[in-house]
C-alpha cells in the first residue's frame, strides 16, 4: 500500500484546503497531518523554534492510498492546490 508524505509551507487555511481536496480523491484511504519529529531550526534568531510573522507553517501529512496509480493522482492534487495557494510543497519518503 503507497504512502505518499510530503511537508506543506504556507498558512493553516492553506493545509486545510490541500487536505480537505485530498479527502475528495475516490479510493484514498486516510490522510493525517502528523507532527514533525524533528522542529524546523532558523539559523538568524536566538529563539531558533519560533517563526517570524512573514514565514508560513510547515505542515507534514500523510496520504495511505491502495495502488501507485492513486497514489500519482494525489501528489498532483496535492501539487495543484499548494500552487494555486501559494504554498510550498515537498514530498518526502520519510519525515
Known amino acids: 500500500m503507497p504512502m505518499v508524505r510530503f511537508r506543506l509551507i504556507g498558512s493553516r487555511a492553506s493545509a486545510d484546503s490541500v487536505i480537505a481536496a485530498l479527502h475528495g480523491i475516490n479510493d484514498v ?25 512573514s514565514e ?7 496520504v495511505d492510498t491502495p495502488t501507485d496509480d492513486v497514489a500519482d493522482t494525489v501528489r498532483g492534487s496535492a501539487e495543484a492546490v499548494a500552487y494555486e495557494l501559494e504554498a510550498g510543497i515537498e514530498f518526502v519518503d520519510e519525515f
Open 29 to 53: 484511504e486516510h490522510v493525517e497531518e502528523v507532527d514533525d519529529l524533528m522542529p524546523m531550526m532558523r539559523d538568524d534568531s536566538s529563539s531558533s523554534e519560533s517563526v517570524s510573522d
Open 56 to 62: 508560513g507553517q510547515v505542515y507534514c501529512i500523510e
